[in-house]
């Protein structure tokens, strides 16, 4: 059996949007966000009316961590 390497420069680069929801399912707007990709970007910002967050390119969108600190400079907890 051989080893297959295969580079992240292999795998395409996705657009990634998060939609933020309250319970009922109605958006949470303008909600503080810290997203981080695999590729240890971090990305901060405020969900916008409709609850979504900014466009967040990475190549791994299954492996981002989204919180929601209280203060965008708050440190994680």
Request: zero cysteines.
């Amino acid at each position: 059996m051989s080893n297959i390497l295969i580079h992240p420069g292999q795998f395409p680069v996705q657009q990634v949007t998060y939609r933020v929801s309250q319970y009922d399912g109605s958006p949470h707007t303008f909600v503080l966000y810290r997203i981080t990709t695999r590729e240890r970007k971090v990305h901060e910002g405020v969900t916008n009316r409709y609850g979504m967050t900014e466009s967040i390119p990475t190549r791994y969108p299954d492996e981002m961590k989204i919180v929601f600190p209280e203060s965008v400079n708050e440190e994680e907890r």
